[in-house]
């Protein structure tokens, strides 16, 4: 069977982005139920946010470990354990009764969730021709987006409706479930198929600690890594802890009112990976596009410490849904490491570049909950809180920046006379 040809190729491309919903919808859910984990288990916001960090922490340090194993032996059993292991923390999370056992959880969770992009990544590389590729890969940024969307409203009212625990039981089932779909669509069948997976990534073995030093003495990799830190993070950090506690102390909205806002910002995330694909292709450049994607997420980030942290309502709404557009667009990122790097180093250099992403989401959360602490104790001002917890994002968005005016480019209609 030619994968690349075969029409099987979509079924597999549907269940591995149905997956990926699913697991990214697990990064942010718990930002929904902050206030009534903190009431049930009687713990302070930096407690929170150490909580909702410990996955981010686990997922961003297997990354690069992770893009080493994939491009080595292959992606397809690596997702099928993550998918697996992140239904089975969802439903620890669900039966937890002390908060150790939810942040046990959270590990398990994020330890689950560092298969999903990478191995996602290659697969798609193995299915689909690179100008497939180059089209899908807005879509699968999309999947991610719509797995924040069902983190709102439609998990809300899951919640509203079962409650909490029951709410995170079943989704934690159903994402083991997928876990089982894929070992049938990705092992299963096209063995019967005779499909030969696998043998390529073993063709080439460069030494670990030697494509670790190449790869970390890459400006280029540096650049991606800067520029993903500053533009996934603040947005991924903030959504999953602060988001909901803010739109309720500072605005006095319902959880309800909040998830249509974070919605709001999910919208412009689903906006923002296929337009911003788009609009690269048709001017033939990542890098200009991406630059001004970077300026416009400092500058939101940069008008909540203009307005005091509280901006007026419809400003408010206008902020998340261009932080979301900017969220969604950090798809390009990989756009350019398929562009600049080789594709058997794709897997290591896309985790290289991820792990920047989610270091950020590692580190603002502990961040912002350790200044609303602070303030709280000192003054007992939320607000204040709120305003001085806000140039966290602001300075991420600055690195990022950088990050992006470094990356250097390689231009598509500069390459093709060559090849001719």
Known sequence: MD?????????????VLFTYLLMASQRTAPGLITDQVMREF????????????????????????????????????????????????????????????????????????????????LILGQWFK???FVRLIGFAGMAGSLGFLLATVPLTAWIGLLGWRPAFFSVGLLLCLCGVLLYFVLIKKPKKLNARTAVKNEIHREKTLALLRRIFSNRQSWALFFCHFGIVGAYVGFIGSWAV?????????????VSQLIMIGMVGALMGAPLTSWLSSRLGTIKKPYVVVHITILLCWATFLLFNGNPPLFMLVILFFIIGFGYGASALTFAVVRQSFPIIDSGVVSGFANTGGFLSAVLLPSIF????????????????????????????SMIGLIGVICIKEKRRKAEKPKGN
């Open 3 to 15: 994968k690349q040809n075969s029409r099987f190729r979509w079924v597999v491309f549907a269940s």
């Open 42 to 121: 009687n713990v302070t916001a930096s407690t929170i946010g150490l909580l909702t960090s410990i996955q981010f922490f686990v997922y961003t340090g297997l990354q690069i470990p992770m893009g080493i194993l994939a491009d080595r032996y292959g992606p397809n059993f690596f997702l099928i354990i993550g998918a697996i292991l992140t239904g089975l923390g969802t439903i620890i999370y669900s039966l937890g009764t002390h908060e150790f056992v939810l942040f046990f959880a959270r590990i398990l969770t994020g330890i689950g969730d560092a298969t999903i992009w990478v191995n996602m990544v």
């Open 130 to 132: 690179v100008k497939e």
């Open 245 to 257: 506690p803010y739109g309720m102390d500072e605005y006095g909205m319902t959880r309800s009112d």
């Open 369 to 396: 909950g350790m200044v609303l602490d602070h303030f709280q104790l000192a003054s007992g001002s939320m607000g204040d809180g709120y305003f001085y917890g806000f140039i966290t994002p602001v300075i991420f």
